[in-house]
């Protein structure tokens, strides 16, 4: 079986290595707290390489969230013209920061998998099956 693209297996939160196990156990929007699986369900990967890994990911979500935000300003000066006051801004910001904190959280942790990880040493060649 051919392994899935590496843009596809990110966008889907997969292995990193097989991609094609999960990396959360629980859906992006739910009424649960996201909870990764400790290790890939058809690799066995240990996706926490080192105690307290993923706190490296809070500063890929501080990057993502200057970037949303900057986004968001930008587009909200692009459709409502206001420029005097900042509350319309500050509004904006946090509503769509809130928002997309699933969305952060979650890409976050797979950046960092994916990019920024020189401790997991991946197989190109990977087959499971």
């Not at 690799?43 to 926490?48: D, G, H, Q, T, V």
């Amino acid at each position: 079986m051919a392994k899935t693209p590496k843009a596809e297996a990110m966008l889907h939160a997969k292995c990193p290595r097989c991609r094609r196990g999960d990396l959360f156990q629980n859906t992006m929007y739910g009424f649960s707290f996201q909870k990764m699986f400790e290790f890939c369900p058809h690799c066995s990967l240990r996706y926490e390489v080192e105690p307290g890994y993923f706190y490296a990911a809070m500063y890929v979500g501080y990057a993502l969230n200057v970037a949303l935000g900057v986004s968001v300003g930008i587009a909200t000066y692009v459709f409502s013209g206001e420029l005097e006051s900042p509350w319309i801004y500050i509004f904006t910001i946090l509503l769509f920061s809130f928002l997309l904190a699933p969305v952060n959280f979650r890409y976050s942790r797979v950046i960092l998998l994916y990019w920024l990880s020189p401790k997991i040493h991946y197989v190109e060649h990977y087959d499971h099956d």
